[in-house]
Protein backbone atom coordinates (compact mmCIF):
# COMPACT_ATOMS: atom_id res chain seq x y z
CA UNK A 1 0.00 0.00 0.00
CA UNK A 2 1.46 3.14 -0.85
CA UNK A 3 2.12 6.05 1.72
CA UNK A 4 -1.15 7.89 2.36
CA UNK A 5 -3.14 5.42 0.73
CA UNK A 6 -5.73 4.82 3.51
CA UNK A 7 -5.84 5.37 6.95
CA UNK A 8 -5.46 2.91 9.17
CA UNK A 9 -8.37 2.19 11.31
CA UNK A 10 -6.41 0.16 14.33
CA UNK A 11 -4.10 3.62 14.77
CA UNK A 12 -5.26 5.33 17.28
CA UNK A 13 -8.33 3.41 18.10
CA UNK A 14 -8.73 3.59 21.09
CA UNK A 15 -8.13 7.31 21.91
CA UNK A 16 -9.79 7.98 18.67
CA UNK A 17 -13.67 6.83 20.29
CA UNK A 18 -12.97 9.60 22.69
CA UNK A 19 -14.66 12.74 23.42
CA UNK A 20 -13.26 16.08 24.57
CA UNK A 21 -13.63 16.41 28.45
CA UNK A 22 -14.00 12.02 28.99
CA UNK A 23 -12.24 10.69 32.19
CA UNK A 24 -9.70 8.54 30.86
CA UNK A 25 -8.58 7.85 34.27
CA UNK A 26 -8.46 8.39 38.32
CA UNK A 27 -5.50 8.11 40.08
CA UNK A 28 -4.17 8.82 43.72
CA UNK A 29 -0.85 9.95 44.36
CA UNK A 30 -0.32 10.12 48.26
CA UNK A 31 -2.85 12.55 49.36
CA UNK A 32 -3.77 14.09 45.63
CA UNK A 33 -6.46 13.02 43.60
CA UNK A 34 -5.53 13.26 39.79
CA UNK A 35 -8.18 12.72 36.96
CA UNK A 36 -6.80 12.33 33.37
CA UNK A 37 -9.42 13.30 31.00
CA UNK A 38 -9.02 13.64 26.98
CA UNK A 39 -8.51 16.85 25.40
CA UNK A 40 -7.70 15.75 21.71
CA UNK A 41 -5.81 12.71 20.34
CA UNK A 42 -2.45 14.14 21.07
CA UNK A 43 -2.95 15.73 24.32
CA UNK A 44 -4.75 15.17 27.60
CA UNK A 45 -5.49 17.27 30.42
CA UNK A 46 -5.03 16.71 34.03
CA UNK A 47 -6.43 17.86 37.12
CA UNK A 48 -5.37 16.96 40.38
CA UNK A 49 -7.20 18.51 44.10
CA UNK A 50 -6.03 18.07 47.54
CA UNK A 51 -8.20 17.83 50.17
CA UNK A 52 -6.75 21.64 51.53
CA UNK A 53 -4.77 24.21 50.36
CA UNK A 54 -1.73 23.74 48.63
CA UNK A 55 1.24 25.17 51.04
CA UNK A 56 3.96 27.97 49.34
CA UNK A 57 6.56 25.40 49.52
CA UNK A 58 4.62 23.99 46.05
CA UNK A 59 4.41 27.44 44.26
CA UNK A 60 8.47 27.77 45.29
CA UNK A 61 8.93 24.53 43.43
CA UNK A 62 7.04 25.26 40.40
CA UNK A 63 9.26 28.29 40.09
CA UNK A 64 12.43 26.19 39.67
CA UNK A 65 10.90 25.15 36.83
CA UNK A 66 10.00 28.21 34.99
CA UNK A 67 8.73 32.12 35.67
CA UNK A 68 5.40 32.19 37.32
CA UNK A 69 2.39 34.56 36.42
CA UNK A 70 -0.88 35.76 38.15
CA UNK A 71 -1.31 36.31 42.07
CA UNK A 72 -1.16 34.83 45.19
CA UNK A 73 -4.85 33.24 44.71
CA UNK A 74 -4.48 32.39 41.33
CA UNK A 75 -1.24 31.35 39.42
CA UNK A 76 -0.08 29.82 36.00
CA UNK A 77 3.03 28.50 35.23
CA UNK A 78 3.90 28.13 31.32
CA UNK A 79 6.50 26.22 29.97
CA UNK A 80 6.63 27.27 26.24
CA UNK A 81 6.90 23.94 23.75
CA UNK A 82 5.74 21.99 27.01
CA UNK A 83 3.30 22.93 29.07
CA UNK A 84 0.70 25.22 31.09
CA UNK A 85 -0.35 24.82 34.83
CA UNK A 86 -2.69 26.55 36.53
CA UNK A 87 -2.92 26.63 39.89
CA UNK A 88 -5.65 28.19 42.38
CA UNK A 89 -3.81 27.11 45.27
CA UNK A 90 -6.17 28.44 48.17
CA UNK A 91 -9.07 26.14 46.68
CA UNK A 92 -6.15 23.25 46.60
CA UNK A 93 -6.90 22.53 42.64
CA UNK A 94 -4.49 22.68 39.08
CA UNK A 95 -4.80 22.31 35.48
CA UNK A 96 -2.23 20.65 33.85
CA UNK A 97 -2.39 21.16 29.91
CA UNK A 98 0.52 20.19 27.77
CA UNK A 99 1.42 21.38 24.23
CA UNK A 100 0.80 19.36 21.56
CA UNK A 101 4.15 19.49 20.78
CA UNK A 102 4.85 16.71 23.80
CA UNK A 103 4.27 12.90 23.83
CA UNK A 104 1.29 11.62 25.73
CA UNK A 105 3.56 9.18 27.74
CA UNK A 106 6.11 12.27 29.05
CA UNK A 107 2.29 14.62 29.57
CA UNK A 108 1.53 11.80 31.77
CA UNK A 109 5.62 11.41 33.59
CA UNK A 110 5.95 15.02 34.29
CA UNK A 111 2.67 15.21 35.65
CA UNK A 112 3.22 12.40 38.40
CA UNK A 113 6.67 14.17 38.52
CA UNK A 114 4.99 17.62 40.09
CA UNK A 115 1.58 15.84 41.79
CA UNK A 116 4.58 13.51 43.58
CA UNK A 117 6.59 16.52 44.80
CA UNK A 118 3.39 17.92 45.50
CA UNK A 119 2.01 15.48 48.06
CA UNK A 120 5.43 15.75 49.76
CA UNK A 121 4.68 19.32 50.31
CA UNK A 122 0.86 18.44 51.64
CA UNK A 123 2.32 15.66 54.31
CA UNK A 124 5.30 18.56 55.42
CA UNK A 125 2.67 20.64 56.43
CA UNK B 1 -18.78 38.56 50.84
CA UNK B 2 -21.03 39.23 48.04
CA UNK B 3 -19.75 38.97 44.49
CA UNK B 4 -17.76 41.95 43.14
CA UNK B 5 -18.32 42.31 39.34
CA UNK B 6 -15.62 44.46 38.99
CA UNK B 7 -12.98 42.62 41.14
CA UNK B 8 -13.97 39.68 38.98
CA UNK B 9 -13.67 41.72 35.65
CA UNK B 10 -9.85 43.07 37.07
CA UNK B 11 -8.75 39.66 38.57
CA UNK B 12 -9.58 38.06 34.70
CA UNK B 13 -8.05 41.23 32.84
CA UNK B 14 -5.18 40.39 35.29
CA UNK B 15 -4.42 36.84 33.93
CA UNK B 16 -3.69 38.06 30.44
CA UNK B 17 -5.10 35.74 28.56
CA UNK B 18 -2.80 35.66 25.34
CA UNK B 19 -2.02 33.05 22.89
CA UNK B 20 0.59 30.84 23.37
CA UNK B 21 3.16 29.35 20.60
CA UNK B 22 -0.12 27.23 19.41
CA UNK B 23 -2.42 29.84 19.02
CA UNK B 24 -4.32 29.07 22.06
CA UNK B 25 -5.21 30.28 25.19
CA UNK B 26 -5.56 27.75 27.84
CA UNK B 27 -7.81 29.00 30.61
CA UNK B 28 -11.22 28.37 32.40
CA UNK B 29 -10.51 24.52 31.30
CA UNK B 30 -10.81 25.60 28.05
CA UNK B 31 -8.94 26.19 24.98
CA UNK B 32 -9.90 29.66 23.79
CA UNK B 33 -8.49 31.57 21.13
CA UNK B 34 -8.72 35.54 19.93
CA UNK B 35 -10.94 36.33 17.53
CA UNK B 36 -11.64 39.09 14.67
CA UNK B 37 -15.21 39.81 15.54
CA UNK B 38 -15.83 41.22 12.28
CA UNK B 39 -15.20 37.66 10.99
CA UNK B 40 -17.79 36.35 13.13
CA UNK B 41 -20.35 39.13 11.98
CA UNK B 42 -19.05 38.76 8.32
CA UNK B 43 -20.63 34.68 8.14
CA UNK B 44 -23.39 35.48 11.36
CA UNK B 45 -24.96 37.79 9.13
CA UNK B 46 -23.84 36.35 5.71
CA UNK B 47 -25.47 33.47 6.52
CA UNK B 48 -28.81 35.23 7.64
CA UNK B 49 -28.76 37.36 4.76
CA UNK B 50 -28.63 34.88 2.27
CA UNK B 51 -31.52 33.01 4.01
CA UNK B 52 -33.37 36.23 3.54
CA UNK B 53 -32.17 36.78 -0.17
CA UNK B 54 -32.57 32.79 -1.30
CA UNK B 55 -34.92 31.93 1.49
CA UNK B 56 -37.04 34.16 2.79
CA UNK B 57 -39.46 31.53 4.54
CA UNK B 58 -36.29 29.86 6.77
CA UNK B 59 -35.68 33.48 7.83
CA UNK B 60 -36.66 32.62 11.96
CA UNK B 61 -34.82 29.28 11.20
CA UNK B 62 -31.86 30.87 10.50
CA UNK B 63 -32.17 33.13 14.06
CA UNK B 64 -32.97 29.96 15.67
CA UNK B 65 -29.46 28.17 14.26
CA UNK B 66 -27.25 31.87 15.55
CA UNK B 67 -28.92 31.60 18.94
CA UNK B 68 -28.85 27.84 19.43
CA UNK B 69 -24.60 28.60 18.78
CA UNK B 70 -25.30 30.82 21.57
CA UNK B 71 -26.71 27.84 23.58
CA UNK B 72 -24.23 25.70 22.70
CA UNK B 73 -21.28 28.45 23.59
CA UNK B 74 -22.63 29.17 26.40
CA UNK B 75 -23.24 25.20 27.99
CA UNK B 76 -19.52 24.83 27.25
CA UNK B 77 -17.95 28.28 27.55
CA UNK B 78 -20.22 29.60 30.87
CA UNK B 79 -20.54 26.04 31.86
CA UNK B 80 -16.58 25.73 31.53
CA UNK B 81 -15.95 28.50 33.25
CA UNK B 82 -17.52 27.73 35.95
CA UNK B 83 -16.69 24.42 36.71
CA UNK B 84 -13.00 25.91 36.43
CA UNK B 85 -9.87 26.62 38.56
CA UNK B 86 -9.98 29.76 37.93
CA UNK B 87 -13.63 30.66 38.95
CA UNK B 88 -12.71 28.63 42.43
CA UNK B 89 -9.94 30.76 42.75
CA UNK B 90 -11.69 34.14 41.99
CA UNK B 91 -15.06 34.04 41.89
CA UNK B 92 -15.61 31.46 44.68
CA UNK B 93 -14.56 32.81 47.34
CA UNK B 94 -16.60 36.14 46.92
CA UNK B 95 -20.10 33.96 46.13
CA UNK B 96 -22.59 33.41 49.13
CA UNK B 97 -25.98 32.84 46.86
CA UNK B 98 -26.98 31.33 43.60
CA UNK B 99 -27.62 34.69 42.35
CA UNK B 100 -23.96 35.57 43.09
CA UNK B 101 -23.17 33.23 39.84
CA UNK B 102 -24.76 34.89 37.50
CA UNK B 103 -22.68 38.25 38.89
CA UNK B 104 -19.69 36.79 39.00
CA UNK B 105 -19.81 35.51 35.00
CA UNK B 106 -20.81 38.85 33.86
CA UNK B 107 -17.68 39.95 35.81
CA UNK B 108 -16.07 37.67 33.92
CA UNK B 109 -17.57 38.26 30.32
CA UNK B 110 -16.57 41.77 30.89
CA UNK B 111 -13.12 41.00 30.44
CA UNK B 112 -13.27 39.42 27.26
CA UNK B 113 -14.31 42.00 24.94
CA UNK B 114 -17.70 41.06 23.64
CA UNK B 115 -19.07 44.56 25.33
CA UNK B 116 -20.05 46.12 28.74
CA UNK B 117 -22.61 43.78 30.11
CA UNK B 118 -24.49 45.03 33.15
CA UNK B 119 -27.09 43.16 35.17
CA UNK B 120 -30.53 44.93 35.19
CA UNK B 121 -32.71 42.64 36.52
CA UNK B 122 -32.50 39.20 38.13
CA UNK B 123 -35.59 37.14 39.67
CA UNK B 124 -34.40 33.95 40.66
CA UNK B 125 -35.11 31.10 39.04
CA UNK B 126 -37.33 33.24 36.74
CA UNK B 127 -36.26 36.29 35.03
CA UNK B 128 -32.92 37.85 33.89
CA UNK B 129 -32.56 41.37 32.01
CA UNK B 130 -29.14 42.45 31.08
CA UNK B 131 -27.95 45.46 29.39
CA UNK B 132 -25.08 45.60 26.94
CA UNK B 133 -22.80 48.60 25.95
CA UNK B 134 -21.30 48.47 22.44
CA UNK B 135 -22.45 45.04 21.55
CA UNK B 136 -19.79 43.50 18.94
CA UNK B 137 -22.89 41.80 17.18
CA UNK B 138 -24.38 45.16 17.17
CA UNK B 139 -22.11 47.30 16.12
CA UNK B 140 -20.98 45.11 13.57
CA UNK B 141 -24.64 45.11 12.02
CA UNK B 142 -24.45 48.93 12.18
CA UNK B 143 -20.64 48.84 10.54
CA UNK B 144 -21.58 46.50 7.55
CA UNK B 145 -25.38 46.38 6.86
CA UNK B 146 -26.31 49.96 8.10
CA UNK B 147 -29.42 50.51 10.85
CA UNK B 148 -31.09 47.12 11.91
CA UNK B 149 -35.31 46.61 11.54
CA UNK B 150 -34.47 43.73 13.88
CA UNK B 151 -32.65 43.18 17.10
CA UNK B 152 -29.30 40.92 15.88
CA UNK B 153 -27.04 40.33 18.81
CA UNK B 154 -28.04 36.60 18.66
CA UNK B 155 -24.65 34.79 20.42
CA UNK B 156 -25.38 36.88 23.18
CA UNK B 157 -29.05 36.19 23.58
CA UNK B 158 -28.28 32.99 23.29
CA UNK B 159 -25.45 32.94 25.52
CA UNK B 160 -27.54 35.00 28.24
CA UNK B 161 -30.31 32.24 28.01
CA UNK B 162 -28.01 29.39 28.61
CA UNK B 163 -26.70 31.62 31.20
CA UNK B 164 -29.75 31.26 33.21
CA UNK B 165 -30.04 27.43 31.99
CA UNK B 166 -26.91 26.19 33.31
CA UNK B 167 -27.78 27.98 36.97
CA UNK B 168 -31.53 26.91 37.25
CA UNK B 169 -32.33 24.02 35.12
CA UNK B 170 -28.70 22.28 34.87
CA UNK B 171 -27.82 23.47 38.28
CA UNK B 172 -24.26 24.52 37.25
CA UNK B 173 -23.10 24.70 41.41
CA UNK B 174 -22.99 21.12 41.43
CA UNK B 175 -20.75 20.57 38.80
CA UNK B 176 -22.10 18.48 36.78
CA UNK B 177 -20.28 16.81 33.76
CA UNK B 178 -20.65 19.02 30.67
CA UNK B 179 -21.86 16.45 28.29
CA UNK B 180 -24.05 16.36 25.03
CA UNK B 181 -26.73 14.42 27.64
CA UNK B 182 -27.00 17.18 29.41
CA UNK B 183 -26.78 19.96 27.17
CA UNK B 184 -30.21 18.19 25.21
CA UNK B 185 -32.00 17.30 28.78
CA UNK B 186 -31.14 21.25 29.83
CA UNK B 187 -32.17 23.10 26.60
CA UNK B 188 -34.34 20.65 25.46
CA UNK B 189 -36.39 20.80 28.55
CA UNK B 190 -40.00 22.60 27.63
CA UNK B 191 -39.75 25.14 30.58
CA UNK B 192 -35.94 25.95 29.63
CA UNK B 193 -35.05 29.80 29.27
CA UNK B 194 -35.37 31.62 26.25
CA UNK B 195 -34.15 35.32 25.49
CA UNK B 196 -35.66 37.80 23.42
CA UNK B 197 -33.71 41.07 22.79
CA UNK B 198 -36.01 44.28 23.31
CA UNK B 199 -33.57 47.01 22.67
CA UNK B 200 -30.25 46.67 19.76
CA UNK B 201 -27.74 49.01 19.08
CA UNK B 202 -28.50 47.94 15.51
CA UNK B 203 -31.86 49.17 15.99
CA UNK B 204 -30.40 52.75 16.74
CA UNK B 205 -31.05 52.39 20.67
CA UNK B 206 -28.57 53.30 22.86
CA UNK B 207 -27.84 49.78 24.24
CA UNK B 208 -28.84 46.63 23.79
CA UNK B 209 -31.39 44.75 26.29
CA UNK B 210 -32.15 41.27 26.58
CA UNK B 211 -34.94 39.49 28.79
CA UNK B 212 -34.61 36.05 29.70
CA UNK B 213 -37.61 34.37 30.75
CA UNK B 214 -38.63 30.72 31.19
CA UNK B 215 -40.27 29.11 28.16
CA UNK B 216 -44.10 28.34 28.57
CA UNK B 217 -44.87 24.28 28.67
Known amino acids: ?125 | MAVDERIVTEAVAGLELKGNEEGLIPAFGLYLTKHFADYYNRISYGLLGAFIRELPELEEDAIALLTEAGHVCSFHTFGGIMVSVEWDAVVMPMIETREDWVKGMIGVVNALGWGRYRLQELVPNERLVLQMSDSYEAAGVLEGYGKAAHPRCYLASGGAAGLMNLLYQGDITKRPPLTDELYHEVFGHPRSFRARETRCLAMGDSHCEIIVERQHA
Open chain 1, 1 to 125: MAELDEPNPEINQARGALCYGDTIDVFHIGRIKVVQRYACIRRDQFEWTADGPFPPSFREYLAQRGSIRGSAVLYILDIPEKFQLTVAPNAGRAVFVPRLSTELEWQKKVVIEIVSALDEFVRIV
